[in-house]
């Protein structure tokens, strides 16, 4: 069955310093990788997402991500944070034969000033 | 921005009503979703639907929950009598085509006393 794992249940950083997010996948094809950003209240907001074709994609607010096929993951990164990135970020992919996305079980980003 | 609304923000509902949930999705989109989070735990695919009909649902999507699209616009998750463990907070989402990226409403969360 198709699953994603977050190792990272909670990572600190100071603001300006780098941010990668982990997730792996477990699916027998190249899947569609999202990733998707929950401030406190709020809904699911999508950051970017992979399809195909170049593997380092870019989304909004300064992320991006790299596919990388042979070590089954999709890293989420910034260079430099800001407070407000503060909040909780979800892997999920999507398989060809279904409709759902799968989501991984989150990992809660703090910011320090 | 086209958005995906959600009503109410919060319900609190007494075991054994029903309730239902509401969204209004992405005019020009054609799928449809229910997704829900229980507090502390990942997004959980609930349900799809396209051409007014049921196109996946998950295992958690049992005979007490129905969905609607009564008008045109408006997509309803029922629940018709409500557990103590239905207490989540549940994501409407849609997307233009089938398993591409979905955009997220703000969430309803459900708390069943």
């Known amino acids: 069955a198709q699953s994603v794992t977050q190792p990272d249940i909670h990572i600190t950083v100071s603001e300006g310093a780098s941010l990668e997010l982990r997730c792996n996948y477990s699916y027998g094809a190249t899947p569609y990788l999202f990733w998707y950003v929950q401030s406190p209240g709020q809904g699911l907001q999508l950051l970017l997402k992979y399809f195909s074709g170049d593997t380092l994609v870019q989304g909004i607010k300064g992320f991006e991500a790299e596919f990388k096929r042979s070590q089954s993951s999709f890293n989420l990164r910034k260079p430099s944070v800001h407070w407000s990135d503060a909040a909780e970020y979800f892997c999920?992919?999507?398989?060809?034969?279904?409709?759902?996305?799968?989501f991984g079980t989150g990992t809660r980003l703090q910011v320090f000033p | 921005e086209p958005e995906v609304t959600q009503t109410p923000s919060h319900q609190v509902t007494q075991m054994g009503q029903e309730v239902i949930l509401r969204c209004v999705p992405i005019s020009n989109h054609l799928y449809f979703y229910w997704y829900r989070q229980i507090l502390g735990q990942k997004v959980e695919f609930l349900v799809s639907?396209?051409?007014?009909?049921?196109?996946?649902k998950s295992e958690i999507f049992d005979d007490q929950f129905s969905v609607e699209r009564p008008d045109g616009s408006n997509f309803t998750l029922k629940i018709r009598s409500t557990k103590l463990e239905d207490s989540a907070m549940y994501f409407c989402a849609s997307s233009a085509i089938r398993n591409t990226e979905a955009f997220f409403g703000q969430g309803t969360r459900l708390t069943v006393v």
């Open positions: 639907f396209y051409n007014n009909e049921i196109s996946e």
């Open positions: 999920a992919v999507g398989v060809g034969n279904t409709d759902k996305l799968i």
